[in-house]
C-alpha cells in the first residue's frame, strides 16, 4: 500500500457527464500529480499541484480541470465525458516538487472511468 | 512526441534466467530515472532509481545501468522469478524551477514461466 488513496475505484458514466475524481495524497506529502493511463496512450501526465499551486501542466485537455484544496486532497475534474476518455486515472504524490531530489513519486491503486 | 522510448514490448523469461529491458531518451535535460513496476489492478509501484552521476545501481535483484553518453539506461532482473511477472515502465523527469514531472516508456510486459 503506497499510502495514496483514490476514489472511488470504478466509476461507469455515459458521454457528455461530469465526474469528479479524489485523491488523498501520502502523509506529509505537498505535491500531487495526475496521470491517465490508456491502452494506446500509456501513462501521460496530466498536471502537478504542490501545496495548493498548479505547478506544471501536461496534456491536459480544456475539459479537464484540477485542484488541490488546503488539507491537500485533490481532485481531478473530468465533464463532456467522450467514449475516448475511458482509462485508468492515477494520482501520484510526493513530499517536495523536484522528483530525484530527495523526493520520488508514489502512485496510488487508481479509478477506472468507463464512459459508455 | 515519445521521448522515452522503450523496448522489448513483451518479454518471455524462465525462472532463474536475467531479464533485461532497455530504454532509450532523447531529452538531455532528464535527471532523474526510475523504474515502476505495475501488476494487474495495481497502480505503479516504485521500484528502483538512478541519477545521471551514476552508471550502475543495484538493488537486490534489480540493477539499472546508465549510459549517459548514448542517452540510454536498462533494468536487470537477476534471478527472475514467477512473482516478477508484471508490466515495467521506465521514466525520465526533469525539473525546472519548482515543478518536475515524470515521462514514462511505453511499458514491457514481463512473465517469467516456472
Known amino acids: 500500500d503506497s499510502g495514496v488513496t483514490q476514489t472511488p475505484k470504478h466509476l461507469i458514466t455515459a458521454t457528455g457527464q461530469r465526474v469528479t475524481l479524489r485523491c488523498s495524497p501520502r502523509?506529509?506529502?505537498?505535491?500531487v500529480y495526475w496521470y491517465q493511463q490508456s491502452l494506446d496512450q500509456g501513462l501521460q501526465f496530466l498536471i502537478q499541484?504542490?501545496?495548493?499551486?498548479?505547478?506544471a501542466k501536461g496534456n491536459i485537455l480544456e475539459r479537464f480541470s484540477a485542484q488541490q484544496f488546503p488539507d491537500l486532497h485533490s481532485e481531478l475534474n473530468l465533464s463532456s465525458l467522450e467514449l475516448g476518455d475511458s482509462a485508468l486515472y492515477f494520482c501520484?504524490?510526493?513530499?517536495?516538487?523536484?522528483?530525484?531530489?530527495?523526493?520520488?513519486?508514489?502512485f496510488g491503486q487508481g479509478t477506472r472511468l468507463t464512459v459508455v | 512526441q515519445q521521448q522515452v522510448k522503450q523496448s522489448p514490448q513483451s518479454l518471455i523469461v524462465q525462472k532463474g534466467g536475467i531479464s533485461i529491458i532497455n530504454c532509450a531518451y532523447e531529452?538531455?535535460?532528464?535527471?532523474?530515472f526510475p523504474w515502476y513496476q505495475q501488476f494487474p489492478g495495481k497502480g505503479p509501484a516504485l521500484l528502483i532509481a538512478?541519477?545521471?552521476?551514476?552508471s550502475e545501481k543495484k538493488e537486490g535483484r534489480f540493477t539499472i545501468s546508465f549510459n549517459k553518453s548514448a542517452k540510454q539506461f536498462s533494468l536487470h532482473i537477476m534471478d527472475s522469478q514467477p512473482g516478477d511477472s508484471a508490466t515495467y515502465f521506465c521514466?525520465?523527469?526533469?525539473?525546472?524551477?519548482?515543478?518536475?514531472?515524470?515521462?514514462f516508456g511505453t511499458g514491457t510486459r514481463l512473465q517469467v514461466t516456472l
Open positions: 501520484a504524490s510526493s513530499v517536495g516538487s523536484l522528483l530525484g531530489r530527495k523526493t520520488e513519486a508514489f
Open positions: 502523509s506529509g506529502d505537498l505535491s
Open positions: 499541484y504542490y501545496n495548493g499551486e498548479e505547478r
Open positions: 531529452n538531455t535535460a532528464f535527471d532523474y
Open positions: 538512478i541519477r545521471p552521476d551514476v
Open positions: 521514466a525520465a523527469s526533469t525539473s525546472s524551477g519548482t515543478a518536475s514531472k515524470l515521462t
